[in-house]
């Protein structure tokens, strides 16, 4: 992730999230594929995402994840990330 740039912060500009949420993925992928595909499934998900649910694979992605949006947002989008399970990025992702 380093030889990446990574993206800009967040703060909850909804008008400004398509973009920042593309770019979130490419950063993300850039760093794993499979975390790249574990990220666009989990904002597909209607239902909440529950930690333990998820496969025992998965959660070191879901920490993974949870650190770089909890570095990446702020104010009111931080504040987002901080209201789920701690580690569990996919569910702050949805």
Sequence with gaps: SRLVGKPETFSNDKAA???????????I????????RLIVEA???PERI???GLAA???PCAAQLFHALTMLCKDEALEAVM???????FEAWR
Excluded: H, T
Excluded at 29 to 36: D, H, I, K, Q, T
Excluded at 83 to 89: D, L
């Design 17 to 27: 999230f398509p973009k920042w949420s593309s770019v979130m993925v490419s950063y």
């Design 29 to 36: 992928s850039a760093m794993s594929n499979e975390m790249g």
């Design 43 to 45: 904002g597909d998900q």
């Design 50 to 52: 529950i930690l333990v």
């Design 57 to 59: 694979d998965s959660r």
């Design 83 to 89: 209201g789920v399970e701690n580690g569990n990025g």
